[in-house]
């Protein structure tokens, strides 16, 4: 009897110790701002994102360690034109042991992180939004080199993004993502042809055709893993069967096009089997509605869906953006006049700078106009022409300066400029 109360005491116990551990709750995340940022915390140690003129960063901090550089490689922007919407946007959101086993985002990281977002400019958010994973590396690469917003903003305009979000995947594919090799990205960007960057990191010149299907692929779809890319650039023959490429570039136009009201729109079907590519007609429909009040806007919508060629596309953006041009003024100028600092209140004024400094600044009338821009001119020495960027939530920033030619301000004038415009 004895032998057998032992033995249930043997089983009761094995069968007590098969039973998983108990796991304790996490403990979450808190939100706070601190000087440089939006801080993610957990105790004495946190991650932190820092405002654009911190500089623009993330890094984790640690108790009694230096700060660690952290580059986010997932969507942190919504980009409901392209039907993709960021779900999971801090780090520990995705990564839950950054700060210590068991501690995860917290109840708030939402809200946080929508308005720590807002404080960035409205103009590089938009631009940043169609890169997917890569959307933090090309904003981190437009505040390593002021040019480079510059670049993108006409590759945007002439629909060309393809290579462009392909580099970007190779960059962040190499594993070498450190600062240094970020500014290095940055300034090959921004001082040569993105085609001459992406040959770099494939490692080989890709064919003129292939270049020309690329850019036409919708940036952020994550193509580098693709059969048909590794099949076309393994192709050694001159003459390319690039079908493949092609029907992979289809799909994944159609999958944005299913996750999206563009086909009640307009009659984009018609227009991407006319050689447009999705990213160069979704410019264009947004340009042409920019700006135009809620009756002009809704005359120019029932136009749109007539229009079944490139040429009457364009024929209508011209016709809906010189409406707007001429109907509108410039906003109110976000600081105050100085004796070196003066505002460009209209688009007269705009063009005149234009023509004196030749820098191409009137290309961006547009986002002028909707506010998100602003230019004044610099009477110091070196004049300078000063492009500022308002964020999501309404304050300003000097995004950049520019001297005759678009030649960057050296340092010192800058720190001038600066100074200036802080004031104000």
Known sequence: MAMMENLAGQQKQLALDEKPERTLPPTYASYDWISEGL???????????????????????RQNREPEDFLPDWPVLDAPDYGRKAELKSVLSHHPKTLGTGIAAGPGVDKAFQDYIATLPLSLTRLSAPFGAQQWLLLDLFRRAP???????????????????????????????????????ATALNET???????????????????????????????????????????????????????????MTDRILKQTDWPETLQIRVL???????????????????????????????????????????W??????????????????????????????????????????????????????????YFYHWDGHPAATLCLAVSGNGDWT?????????????????????????AG
């Open 316 to 373: 209508w953006l011209a016709h809906w953006t010189m409406l707007a041009g001429r109907s509108r003024e410039v906003p109110p100028p976000p600081i105050p006049a100085t004796s070196l600092l003066s505002p460009l209140q209209t688009l007269s004024a705009i063009e005149e700078e234009n023509r004196r400094m030749r820098n191409g600044i009137a290309r961006y009338v547009q986002n002028v106009l909707a506010g998100d821009l």
């Open 39 to 61: 801080a993610e915390r957990s105790g004495e140690n946190a991650i932190i994102y820092a405002y654009w003129d911190q500089p623009f960063g993330c890094k984790v901090q």
């Open 193 to 251: 042809t993105r085609e001459v960057v992406l040959t770099r990191y494939l490692g080989q010149t890709p064919e003129p055709s292939l270049l020309a299907l690329l850019e036409q692929v919708p940036p952020g779809s994550g193509i580098l893993e693709h059969r048909a890319l590794k099949a076309a650039l393994n192709q050694k023959s001159e003459s390319q069967d690039l079908k493949d490429l092609v029907r992979m570039k289809d799909e």
């Open 398 to 422: 000097l995004l950049e300066a520019l001297g005759e030619d678009g030649v960057p301000i050296h340092e010192e004038a800058l720190a001038e400029i600066l100074s200036a415009v802080q």
């Open 147 to 185: 040019g480079l917003w510059r670049k993108v903003h006409q590759q945007t305009g002439l629909g060309r993004l393809g290579t462009l979000s392909l580099t970007l995947e190779l960059f962040c594919a190499a594993g070498r993502t450190r600062p240094q090799q970020r500014q290095q990205l």
């Open 272 to 314: 991407l089997d006319q050689g447009l590519s999705f990213a160069r007609i979704l410019h264009i429909v947004q340009s042409g509605l920019r700006n135009l009040t809620e009756a002009e806007r809704a005359g120019a919508l029932k136009a749109l869906k007539l229009i079944a060629s490139p040429q009457k596309l364009q």
